[in-house]
């Protein structure tokens, strides 16, 4: 039985997203990463939601490969710094927005 899947989301017509969802109903406990060449806001928002631990960039190094596989395996969650940086600037302009219109 896998712990861990590295899923290449290249599969197509949104299929690793339902490859990640199938994974997860089955076996629940098992860890999925997702590797992409940069993924944008709303589709790491909806493999988040289908219980994607962690993910990689397609050319990220051998040593940031065995890290994220390394750290998913040990529970934590994991995205690359260009995509924190990308999804922390989306959820604080969301922030602003929001409080803006409650104002």
Do not use: N
């Not at 899947?5 to 629940?28: H, N, T």
């Not at 289908?50 to 065995?66: C, L, Q, W, Y």
């Not at 995205?79 to 602003?96: D, E, K, N, Y």
């Amino acid at each position: 039985k896998p712990q861990l899947v590295l899923l290449d989301s290249a599969l197509g017509d949104r299929d690793s997203l339902r490859l990640v969802e199938a994974i997860k109903k089955v076996s629940p406990d098992i860890k999925v990463i997702v590797m992409h060449l940069l993924p944008a806001h709303k589709d790491v928002v909806a493999f988040v939601r289908a219980g994607v631990s962690g993910f990689i960039m397609k050319d990220a190094s051998v040593a940031e490969f065995v890290g994220t596989i390394r750290s998913v395996a040990d529970g934590a969650s994991v995205l690359p710094p260009l995509m924190t940086g990308t999804l922390f600037s989306h959820v604080a302009a969301q922030a602003l927005t929001v409080l803006s219109v409650g104002s």
